[in-house]
């Protein structure tokens, strides 16, 4: 079963622009982590936030959580056409470290 | 920098054969994980290994197996390989069982074509 969903399964954006994506999960978590994936490759950890944080930035991403609603959003501010990847939220199960995805969202960022 | 290495970047099986795609970290990770890929499903965990010789099933371990004899390596084995096993498998390694507080690293990924 999935854990987390994002939301939305596609976004196509002009360069410059701002990207939001946004998981939802349905257990209780003590971490929410985010990927990325450029087509064809393995995974690369951008994010991780607590679950007693709500709010964390690094370099041009932010992150935010709400553990009332179960949420989570992903913000990539002034997008580069580099930007251009799958990103995925990922939680681990809080009792064995089994780290579930979400079916991930699909960023293309045109020149 | 960490390294997940995965023994074969493409690969293709005939039906029936016994497949294995090898996955090696240096990191003495305990946690070391298989997915598989495929479009419009995510990301789905096949099985997990929080210790040598410790496993536990993931959502899809229906017609694979895994072996974790040292901690380094973990195995994932396709006992008889299916046309529907045709998909990108993924390996990872990230923390141990008791500190969930840690990013995973992946491996480049097999693709794998059963014909």
């Known amino acids: 079963s999935q854990q987390g969903e994002e939301d939305p399964q596609a976004l196509s954006i002009q360069e410059g622009e701002n990207a939001t994506m946004n998981c939802s999960y349905k257990t209780s978590i003590n971490n929410l982590q985010w990927y990325r994936q450029n087509s064809g490759r393995g995974l690369v950890h951008l994010i991780l936030i607590r679950s007693n944080e709500r709010e964390k930035h690094s370099g041009r991403l932010r992150v935010t959580l709400d553990t009332s609603k179960k949420s989570s959003s992903l913000l990539i501010t002034a997008s580069r056409a580099a930007d251009t990847a799958s990103y995925f939220c990922a939680t681990p199960s809080s009792n064995t470290g089994k780290l579930i995805f979400g079916q991930g969202t699909t960023l293309q960022v045109k020149p | ?115």
């Open chain 2, 1 to 115: 920098d960490v390294k997940v290495t995965q023994s074969s970047r493409y690969l293709v099986k005939r039906t029936g054969e016994k497949v294995f795609l090898e996955c090696v970290q240096d990191m003495d990770h305990e946690n070391m994980f298989w997915y598989r890929q495929d479009p419009g499903l995510g990301l789905r965990l096949i099985y997990f290994s929080y210790d040598v010789k410790m496993k536990e099933k993931g959502d899809i371990p229906e017609g694979y197996s895994v072996s974790r004899e040292k901690k380094e390596r973990f195995s994932l084995i396709l006992e008889s390989a299916s046309t529907n096993q045709t998909s990108m498998y993924l390996c990872a390694s990230g923390g141990d069982r008791y500190i969930p507080n840690t990013e995973a690293f992946f491996g480049q990924g097999t693709r794998l074509t059963v014909v």
